[in-house]
T-cell receptor
Framework: DQQVKQNSPSLSVQEGRISILNCDYT??????FLWYKKYPAEGPTFLIS?????DKNEDGRFTVFLNKSAKHLSLHIVPSQPGDSAVYFC?????????????FGKGTKLTVNP | NAGVTQTPKFQVLKTGQSMTLQCAQD?????MSWYRQDPGMGLRLIHY???????DQGEVPNGYNVSRSTTEDFPLRLLSAAPSQTSVYFC??????????????FGPGTRLTVT
């Protein structure tokens, strides 16, 4: 049972336009949501996060929106740059067994074309 | 700071062989974890540790063993390698506390092939 879903395996956008990556979740006990970015042959790197008590968090070109009633979050990148081409993982944090654990989605491969 | 380091970068094993994947961090993080990444499967938690001497199972622990004798090191042992363990393995660390898994720092990964 997949608790964090990224239904789009890939996304292609033009440089300068907006990239919107989507993520859905099923467990209402998740208390924190994160986006990670991964380049080939490297480990994932943290990008941006949002607490479950907020609906928006912005950091430069990156904004994450959370809609708790729909159990949906999205990552907006504006403007998109070729260096943003990577796999983006959505992750959700939950307390289990007395410690926080991250549950990851399958990832969306973003390609930004010059 | 070197951050999170993993060795080896690549490894080929025969079915039934055992080996240890090494992971070390120099950030004095309490929380460390191992994930595997398979095509189309995202990252799945194998084992994790909230501090030296404390380990617990994640989502896919079978066939793997861990120990945490120091804050810095968190090795992952494959007891008897199987082709199903062919994957890319990532080690990660983060600060301790209730929000211990937030903003995890990942190593560069170990690509393991079991034939």
């Amino acid at each position: 049972d997949q608790q964090v879903k990224q239904n789009s395996p890939s996304l292609s956008v033009q440089e300068g336009r907006i990239s919107i990556l989507n993520c859905d979740y099923t467990n209402s006990m998740f208390d924190y949501f994160l986006w990670y970015k991964k380049y080939p042959a490297e480990g994932p790197t943290f990008l941006i996060s949002i607490s479950s008590i907020k609906d928006k968090n912005e950091d430069g070109r990156f904004t994450v929106f959370l809609n708790k009633s729909a159990k949906h979050l999205s990552l907006h990148i504006v403007p998109s740059q070729p260096g943003d081409s990577a796999v983006y993982f959505c992750a959700a944090s939950i307390i289990q067994g007395g410690s926080e654990k991250l549950v990851f989605g399958k990832g969306t491969k973003l390609t930004v074309n010059p | 700071n070197a951050g999170v380091t993993q060795t080896p970068k690549f490894q080929v094993l025969k079915t039934g062989q055992s080996m240890t994947l090494q992971c070390a961090q120099d950030m004095n993080h309490e929380y460390m974890s191992w994930y595997r990444q398979d095509p189309g499967m995202g990252l799945r938690l194998i084992h994790y540790s909230v501090g030296a001497g404390i380990t617990d199972q994640g989502e896919v622990p079978n066939g793997y063993n861990v120990s945490r004798s120091t804050t810095e090191d968190f090795p992952l042992r494959l007891l008897s390698a199987a082709p199903s363990q062919t994957s890319v393995y990532f080690c990660a660390s983060s600060y301790g506390g209730l929000e211990s898994s937030y903003e995890q720092y990942f190593g560069p990964g170990t690509r393991l092939t079991v034939t």
